[in-house]
DNA sequence: ACTACGATGAACT
DNA sequence: GTTCATCGTAGTA
């Protein structure tokens, strides 16, 4: 078995961050899989919650340690997960391989379709039962299991998807040739 | 209290 | 590729 991430992993530029987070192996209380989709966002991004430095009652986590969860409500009925790295940065996970627990995350989401369970923030999210509960969890504590990816892999970075503001900004980053990615890469 | 608006997903062509 | 249902959150008053 791999290494566990350490907090250190956390506290460093997003963008980094977000791009080494593709490949690595996701679980909740034994549920999850490999990331294979990430987003980058920071205090001086117009398409953040955190932009400017702003601060409201559900983005607190943002700005607390690097290493935890920011869990928020989107659209009013899904949730989204973001692993936070300090200062209002984070970054979204947008979307998983399924490794482990497939079965409880069909289950849960209603689907069979494998390439349907996590491919998506909300979808992933209702694959792993994650919640307004885990909001500001540490990551590297349980139900949180987090290991370093077993071999390289090969990143494409492109424009971030469902957003209105700074749409051109590359903070978007996937495995190549994933066949689990929301959407294809646009580079 | 009232309103506007999504870091979406599902269904559809 | 497209449309649109849906409702919590945050901003305004």
């Known amino acids: ?18 791009r080494e987070l593709i490949g690595v192996r996701f679980l ?21 919650h955190c932009f400017q430095g702003r601060r409201t009652p559900g983005n607190e986590a943002m700005y ?13 009925m899904h949730w989204c997960i973001n692993f936070t ?6 970054a979204l996970i947008r979307a998983l391989e399924p490794v482990a627990g497939v079965e409880t ?13 996590c491919a998506g923030p909300g979808r992933l999210c209702q694959a792993l039962g994650l919640s307004r509960m885990h909001d500001g969890a540490s990551l590297l504590r349980t139900p949180f299991e987090l290991r ?14 469902g957003i209105t503001r700074a ?3 590359p903070r978007r980053f996937g495995m ?3 066949r689990f990615l929301s959407r294809g890469i646009r580079e």
């Open 176 to 178: 190549r040739g994933s």
């Open 64 to 76: 607390g340690p690097p290493g935890h969860a920011y869990v928020y409500r989107s659209y009013g």
């Open 167 to 169: 749409v051109d900004l």
């Open 1 to 18: 078995m791999t290494k566990r991430l350490s907090s250190a992993f956390f506290a460093r530029p997003v963008d980094l961050v977000a």
């Open 85 to 90: 790295c300090g200062n209002g940065s984070a």
């Open 148 to 161: 370093e990816r077993g071999a390289p892999v090969s990143v494409a970075v492109g424009v971030r998807i």
């Open 28 to 48: 909740v209380a034994g549920v999850g899989g490999l990331i294979v989709e990430t987003e980058s966002y920071d205090q001086s991004d117009p398409a953040s």
């Open 105 to 117: 995350m069909v289950a849960r989401r209603g689907v069979e379709d494998v390439r349907k369970l």
